[in-house]
T-cell receptor, first 113, second 111 residues
Framework: DTAVSQTPKYLVTQMGNDKSIKCEQN?????MYWYKQDSKKFLKIMFS???????INETVPNRFSPKSPDKAHLNLHINSLELGDSAVYFC????????????FGPGTRLLVL | DAKTTQPPSMDCAEGRAANLPCNHS???????VYWYRQIHSQGPQYIIH???NNETNEMASLIITEDRKSSTLILPHATLRDTAVYYC????????????FGGGTRVLVKP
């Protein structure tokens, strides 16, 4: 009965490859996010979508492209993977009302070799 | 969003209350105080949030000072499963909804 799910849980790939991470939420929320947690454990926002519309796009390389086919899904596609992309990527969702709470997925551990 | 300051780590005895402080001296009137925690290898978990009144739920209590420049998260009876990194975050509803995580407090609950 998972609220926010991500696939895959682990992803090991070679430098230069293109990969996608999928996120789905069954909470009926209208806003979804991608966060990145690097080796120093700092969590940083990457993107946010509200009703399939991009509302936050932090200074992320354009090799990263989020796609939201519907309100329940926000996928992250990464082109030409680099060693520095190795991190844990967390998806989250919330309902866009005053003081809404974000619920996080379990994370996808990406290792670029 | 206002910056928060938390101690980097603290220990707590199992069964005792854990009091986690957070300073947010530059908080503005429309900013909420949120607490999340991250247990090892898991996604951040929402604990509680408040604006100016003290709040309590099944997980914890949040005490916000009258001037709103600091707050304390209280875990009333800490268990070993409460070992985690606890993040205090100040966020405005008008700031694009993002959560800005700092370093947090690493809490170790000891038997």
């Amino acid at each position: 009965d998972t609220a926010v799910s991500q696939t895959p849980k682990y992803l090991v790939t070679q430098m230069g490859n293109d990969k996608s991470i999928k996120c789905e939420q069954n909470l009926g929320h209208d806003t979804m996010y991608w966060y990145k947690q690097d080796s120093k454990k700092f969590l940083k926002i990457m993107f946010s979508y509200n009703n399939k519309e991009l509302i936050i796009n932090e200074t992320v390389p354009n090799r990263f492209s989020p796609k939201s086919p519907d309100k329940a899904h926000l996928n992250l596609h990464i082109n030409s993977l680099e060693l520095g992309d190795s991190a844990v990527y967390f998806c989250a969702s919330s309902q866009r009302t005053s003081g809404e709470t974000q619920y996080f997925g379990p994370g996808t551990r990406l290792l670029v070799l | 969003d206002a910056k928060t300051t938390q101690p980097p780590s603290m220990d707590c005895a199992e069964g005792r209350a854990a009091n986690l402080p957070c300073n947010h001296s530059t908080i503005s009137g429309n900013e909420y105080v949120y607490w999340y925690r991250q247990i090892h290898s898991q996604g951040p978990q929402y604990i509680i949030h408040g604006l100016k009144n003290n709040e309590t739920n099944e997980m914890a209590s949040l005490i916000i000072t009258e001037d709103r420049k600091s707050s304390t998260l209280i875990l009333p009876h800490a268990t070993l499963r409460d070992t985690a990194v606890y993040y205090c975050i100040v966020r405005s509803g008008a700031a694009g909804n993002k959560l800005t995580f700092g370093g947090g407090t690493r809490v170790l609950v000891k038997p």
